[in-house]
């Protein structure tokens, strides 16, 4: 089954201090990268990639550890360590300025990266999310239901590890399907891709890793900026799903405008996976966010 990009697309695969960062790059243009969530890859921008490319020179990354990036044993998986091997992959790529649009984890490490290297972040996305402080720090029997995933994956003793890698098909289909509503399926061909990547162990592991640093040391960090007073610069948008869990539940410009001082919001017809569900919907809105670059230029 082929993947589902045009040809346009050309991959590589280089080392940010270390650790493999996989990419495909297309377009010519204003620089933009978007990065995927949980349990995905770079691929949940199938729909949305080709048409940005028109306009924009499209990156597109797997994070470290998903993917077909390195997943290093026993690595830093903090959002801090994530955005640097995202920045680091921009100026192999020969961008020292770039846009970022970032679903779930993906927002999340756009958010640290925007934090850490205010410099290099002109302009930065997140869809479906909030930021993680405000989510532990407004947890409750809801929050535990609807993303009981977060304890789940970070627990230790290689309990998670164990349990999803006795049939880790079944727990990426069970954890997207659970989170789609109506709007356009997902592609057979990526998700034969998402369960290819999240099949190896290492993977499970890097992932598992992932959400243990969200609940510790990302944490840290966040709270260390905000009570510093140190906020997002760059204007912010942020697209939610109408049906998601984070579209039902929070305010979610309102939150944002606690972390950012330059924010608009959107919700679209769809559950969590806006850029796979509702991709007209989530490409006109990206187009439009990131225009506004070139033209105050």
């Not at 850490?116 to 999310?129: K, T, W």
Request: net charge negative; with cysteine; aromatic share 10%.
């Amino acid at each position: 089954m082929s993947v589902p990009l045009p040809e346009s697309f050309r991959y590589s695969a280089p080392e940010v201090d270390g650790i493999r960062i996989n990419c495909a790059v297309a377009g010519d243009g204003p620089p933009v990268l978007l990065l995927h969530g949980y349990p995905q890859t770079h691929l949940i921008w199938h729909h949305v990639a080709p048409a940005l490319a028109d306009e924009f020179t499209v990156v597109l990354a797997d994070l470290r550890g998903y993917g077909d990036s390195a997943k290093p044993a026993g690595g830093d998986y903090a959002k801090r360590a994530m955005a640097g091997d995202q920045v680091g992959l921009m100026r192999r790529l020969g961008f020292d300025r770039f846009a970022v649009a970032g679903h779930d984890r993906g927002g999340r490490v756009g958010h640290r990266m925007a934090l850490d290297h205010p410099a290099a972040v002109s302009r930065l996305a997140v869809l479906d999310i909030v930021p993680t402080r405000h989510t532990f720090a407004h947890a409750d029997a809801t929050f535990g239901l609807g993303y009981y995933h977060w304890f789940f994956l970070a627990a230790g003793n290689g309990i998670p590890e164990r349990l999803i890698g006795g049939d880790p098909e079944f727990w990426i289909r069970a954890r997207m399907t659970s989170r789609h509503h109506g709007g356009v399926p997902f592609d057979p061909a990526a998700m034969a891709e998402y369960v290819r990547c999240f099949t190896d162990p290492a993977a499970i592991s890097a992932s598992c890793a992932d959400y243990r640093a969200a609940a510790s040391i990302d944490l840290e960090h966040d709270n260390a900026d905000f009570d510093a007073g140190r906020r997002v610069d760059c204007p912010l948008l942020a697209l939610w799903g109408a049906e998601s869990f984070v579209g039902r539940t929070y305010d979610v410009t309102s939150v944002w405008r606690s972390y950012a001082g330059d924010v608009r919001g959107l919700p679209l017809p769809a559950d969590h996976y806006l850029p796979e569900e509702a991709p007209r919907e989530t490409t006109d809105a990206l187009r439009a966010f990131f225009r506004e670059d070139s033209q105050a230029a």
